[in-house]
């Protein structure tokens, strides 16, 4: 089988992985023979972000605990080499690169050799543009790194689609919490509010008591997360409960 | 609105084709810097604006606001003919097979610094609308490696051609998309959109009001 044949395959399987563990575990995987074996992927925070949202960020995540917590608590992302070199949009690098490239303030050194600590002496690294424009950055780093150039491009080909897929698992996820149930009734009382309908009104059309309507209403603006009935009206239409 | 034309339908319509291939020029020569297409007259035109091409139009306002063109894949296309090293052997092809190129999007309307805009959205829901009506349900696309990620985002199927090669500045990657009615489902609700954007006919004569 010739290397490109064994890259669709393990892209395949990438596609079919069901959680973000498992696409995890299926990429490490395969970039452990070339001694990549912890990876880390997701969205840039801010500088600045507090240390307890930056988790938040992650999509992909098989890193020395220890390492990811003194990363975060000591704020590394905001001095790491790696993480600058990104920010400008490279293509895929070698995280020694990214070290020789800069000059290194004290904090950037620090990084650098605190992650030799944790035995990742080297890696690669490479940012992805998102639709709505977010950099998600994926890294992936070992004590020994052994990359051909042709093998560093099956690594890019391959982790590209592993984030793709953990992206899709996590807006699928996002979806099941965001999914809302209207009932029929709610939903009614919703078109006639948007049509400019009183509560009163609404119970004369639909045959149900003003204080039937009401309720009805209230429900969907909760359900909704709405703080009046006018953004509840807003909010439907947004998400095509009604028209 | 997502415009249609053949080459000839385009050539027929002398101000859009114009627009068209200047807006080619000024995005492929002036801003990426492809110095083979350079020419002296700052029209982008090369041997695939042939007879079978189809060329998607964005139009905004009176504008050319977005454009991608369209390439059969039964004759040479530019995988088989330019861009062959980023194939990893044959190619696919065949009648339900097309070739993505040129997509550009006219600087005034990229919203974002680096997202992707509401006509670069209409320009794919534009091309998945035209090949689901016309039993074209895969595309070859050379682009650059992050928009694998967002194609996987929009539920396309997407499989590697071959690796990503760095042409000047640039990286691109060959990628055949297939797609179906749910791919249509998402990319539209992504853009928040769900009306078609494939219009029949010609846009207006452009300097012309529409008269009604």
Known sequence: MSQFDRTLEYIDQLQHA??????????????SDFGLTALMAGTVPQP???????????LLCDWPVEWLERYVARNYVDHDPVVSHMKQLQAPFQWREAAQGIS????????????????????LAFPLITLDGQIVMVSLGGEAVQLSAAEFG???????????????IHTMAAKTIDHIELTPRERECLQWAAVGKSEWEISQILGISEHTSEKHLLNAKSKLGAVNRVQAVAEAIRRGYIS | MLFCLTTQELMERPDLWEAV?????QIFVEEMGWEDLRRPDGFEVDQFDHDEAVHQIVIRGNEVAGYQRMLPTTRPHLLTEVLADLSEGTPPSGPNIWELTRYAVAPGFRDGRRGVSTVGTELIAGFVEWGLKRGVDKVIIEFE????LRALQLHFLATPLGYQRTYGNQQVVA???????????????????????????YPDMFGQRRAS
Not at chain 2, 21 to 25: E, G, P, Q, T
Not at chain 2, 145 to 148: D, S, T
Not at chain 2, 179 to 196: C, G
């Open chain 1, 18 to 31: 069901g959680t973000a563990a498992a696409v995890c575990e299926k990429l490490l995987g395969i970039t």
């Open chain 1, 48 to 58: 600045g972000t507090p240390a307890g949202q930056q988790k938040q960020h992650v």
């Open chain 1, 104 to 123: 290194f303030d004290k904090s950037s050194g620090e990084v650098m050799g605190d992650a030799g600590a944790f035995k990742l002496r080297d890696g």
């Open chain 1, 154 to 168: 099956l690594v890019s080909l391959v982790s590209t689609y592993a984030v793709g897929r953990a992206m899709q």
């Open chain 2, 21 to 25: 291939h200047r807006l080619r020029y």
């Open chain 2, 145 to 148: 490696p992050m928009w694998v």
């Open chain 2, 175 to 201: 990628t055949l998309l297939s797609f179906n009615e749910h791919t249509l489902d998402v990319v539209r609700s992504r853009r928040n959109h769900h009306a078609p954007v494939l219009a029949r006919g």
